[in-house]
């Protein structure tokens, strides 16, 4: 709006008018007065200039139009006139929920609205979505015939016992509303384009151009339109129509239709892609996810994995190593080629882990246990009565392959009955017959891999409360005291702000249907989500826009001298998350890299030494180095006098536990005993259990 109010010629005189009643009766006194308090002169009542301190008496009995002065301008260049032109604008957007009027100086009036609606004729557009173009909805069908396309008549008298179809008088057979058939691409409405045969339509699909951002938002939908239209004219049905009934489908016409969908799901020359599918899975599992990946290339196909497990990577025919560090540090092949030509690579960390010359550290402790929380007779799922000892103020590891009961045991069992003996007054223990030793503790935190926010509007800064400090920061800059911005002026979240074409999130959603949604840029803010006024507030150069777009890295070095904001930085930086930025989106972190967000807030808080911290696989998607900062962290917390409690199946984490309860010794209902507990290297010595054999042959 301000833009297109800019656009005025130079000199042009205008004032900026809050339309708080257009062509209503009434008297309006109320209104009158209320904006006489709040500081208004002038308005203009059904055209006429008037002043707000004088009496005015209109005719309940007619339709009037009040429109209260706002400000009055000369267009000018200069960033002072564009600044006082937005407040203005701002400000009559407040008043009349979403209007503006500008009165030029030749008696023209322009209207602007921020809602989807023609201010001059009065027709509004409900929001554009997939269901407003499906005739089996409400929100798509036309109100006439229900989405039917066709009304049914009764016959003439010779045929009394029938009735003749006819097309809908309103939407003439096409199903859908006006609003929906309004809408048109390459001059053809959705009803029109399938009315096309499927050759047709192939040929429309291919024919169709668009710009640069257009085709960031179709060209998925795209690709699987021209892939569905391809399969149904390999099996000759070029000569359909796309919405012709399927009850008028001959019995081959059906069956080649099935067909279709079939065609391409040969399972030999697959390129196949696994994002670390040794998540979750002990040591014995993955190397028979291991066998089964090497069986899919013995038989002609392409596996492409990401993973940090080394002996997925050891048996790799090909690796590429990325790097050298994480975020906007890495992005470049440091090394490629066999694991043996990757590991003579000086230049590859991954490398040096693989041949052993760099190793997770395995400091020798001889820490003794406070105390016992003992969780006795746990019976749930496929545990068998089992009673576990967990020592206090030590690191703990629950062990055991998949399905051997470790989730039950830790979240379902101990840490809900914990929980309600802790925070509730009447405690409902679930899956045993009791807990011994909770005094000990004065609260238990599961610390999980679920997202930190299902929006792109969460992200680390919020989440960790960082964001609130920066705000305040900003609020108390020189100029933005000048200026009267308060720290709601630096929410995204808030109008004020903000960039409201993108409402603060930077990102405009496209919503895809039976597709994941498209995320593009807003183009007036360009993804900074504030508007021009507050991006011009700085410090030591930087707007708040800037902050966001900062990694850890760069913040701590940036806040070096704020000490309340750097301690909170740090604990990021601490538990590996130094290239995550400050803004980034929580829809784009991964479940560690969530689960370490959560963790670094807990880090930031003051400990009470009597804490239970719950980890369940805090080492998902980490590097080596990765899990050497995850595991001094852990100590962190212990050293403070608190209880680690970490289902793992990491050897390196639970070569640094204190303590190891192993489950098993198999899954599901031949697992749900405890194999075996007790330090790492007692473990170690036991045949019965899986995860003392692999510990053995690491070498412990």
């Known amino acids: 709006m301000v833009d297109a109010i800019a656009g005025l ?149 010779e045929e009394e016992d029938f009735t003749l179809l006819d097309a809908c008088e309103v939407c003439q057979g096409a199903r859908l509303k006006p609003e929906s058939l309004a809408i048109k691409l390459e001059k053809k409405s959705i009803a029109e384009v399938t009315s096309l045969s499927i050759r047709a339509a192939a040929e429309f699909f291919v024919s169709l151009k668009f710009t640069d951002r257009e085709l960031v938002i179709a060209h998925r939908i795209l690709k699987e339109i021209r892939e569905r239209l391809g399969f149904l004219v390999n099996v000759g049905l070029d000569y359909l129509t796309l919405d012709r009934a399927a009850a008028t489908l001959s019995g081959g016409e059906g069956q080649r239709i099935r067909l279709a969908t079939q065609i391409g799901s040969g399972l030999v020359g697959v390129l196949y892609i696994l994002d670390e599918p040794s998540i979750g899975l002990h040591q014995r599992d993955n190397r028979r996810l291991l066998q089964t990946l090497l069986r899919l290339r013995d038989l002609g196909n392409t596996v492409v994995v990401v993973e940090h497990d080394a002996e997925t990577m050891m048996a790799a025919d090909h690796l590429l190593d990325m790097g050298p560090g994480a975020g906007t540090h890495g992005g470049h092949v ?98 045993c017959k009791e807990l011994r030793g909770v005094d000990a503790l004065d609260k238990v935190i599961d610390i999980d891999q679920s997202p930190i926010g299902r929006t792109p509007r969460s992200n680390p800064a919020t989440y960790t409360g960082l964001f609130s400090f920066i705000r305040d920061l900003y609020s108390n800059l020189p100029e933005s005291r000048v200026r009267g911005y308060k720290p709601g002026r630096y929410s995204f979240n808030v109008k004020g702000g903000r960039c409201e074409a993108c409402q603060g999130d930077g ?29 011009e507030i700085l410090h030591k150069g930087k707007s708040i826009a800037d902050v966001l777009n900062m990694t850890v890295d760069d913040a701590v070095e940036f806040f070096e001298h704020i000490p309340f904001i750097k ?104 697992g749900g005993e405890i194999v075996v507990e007790g330090p790492p290297r007692e473990v170690a010595k036991s045949k019965r259990s899986y995860t003392g054999q692999v510990l053995k042959e690491s070498g412990l």
């Open 9 to 157: 010629p130079e000199g042009a005189k205008f004032q900026i008018l809050a339309p708080i009643v257009r062509g209503r009766k009434g008297e309006y006194r109320k209104e009158l007065l209320e904006m006489r308090k709040a500081g208004y002169v002038r308005a203009r009542v059904n055209g006429e200039i008037v002043d707000l301190g004088e009496d005015i008496v209109l005719d309940k009995q007619k339709k009037h139009t009040i429109e209260i002065i706002v400000d009055r301008l000369v267009m000018k260049a200069g960033d002072a006139l564009m600044r006082r032109l937005a407040d203005s604008v701002e400000t009559s957007l407040k008043l009349t929920g979403g209007l503006v009027a500008v009165l030029t100086d030749n008696g023209k009036t322009r209207l602007y609205s921020d809602k989807l609606a023609c201010i001059k004729c009065g027709v509004s557009y409900p929001e554009v979505e997939p269901r407003i173009f499906s005739f089996n909805s409400p929100h798509g069908a036309c109100p006439a015939c229900d989405g039917i396309g066709y009304a049914m008549t009764p016959g003439c008298p």
């Open 334 to 431: 440091i090394a490629q080629g066999t694991p043996q030509e990757v590991m003579g690579n000086p230049d590859s960390i991954t490398g040096q882990y693989l041949r052993g010359i760099q190793t997770v550290s395995l400091p020798q402790r001889d820490r003794k246990p406070k105390g016992y929380l003992t969780v006795a007779n746990a019976q749930k799922h496929n545990l068998k009565n089992v009673t576990a000892k967990i020592p206090l103020g030590m690191l703990t590891c629950v062990t055991g392959v998949s399905g051997s009961g470790k989730s039950t045991l830790v979240l379902e069992v101990l840490f809900h009955s914990l929980s309600q003996m802790l925070y509730q007054k009447k405690p409902k223990i679930d899956g």
């Open 507 to 535: 990102l405009i959603k496209i919503e895809m249907h039976f597709l994941p949604d498209v995320y593009v840029t807003c183009e007036v803010c360009k993804g900074q989500r504030y508007n021009r006024e507050t991006m």
């Open 567 to 670: 301690r909170k930085l740090e604990t990021l930086h601490d538990v590996g998350l130094h290239y995550v930025k400050l803004g980034q989106s929580a829809t784009t972190l991964s479940g560690g890299e969530a689960q370490r967000v959560k963790l670094s807030r807990e880090l930031s808080k003051r400990p009470t030494g009597r804490t239970m911290y719950i980890l369940d696989e805090p080492t998902t998607g980490l590097h080596f180095a990765d899990v050497q900062r995850l595991i001094d962290v852990l100590d962190r917390l212990v050293e403070a006098g608190n209880t680690v409690l970490v289902i793992e199946h990491n050897l390196d984490v639970i070569k640094n536990a204190d303590w190891v309860i192993d489950l098993g010794p198999e899954g599901g209902d031949r």
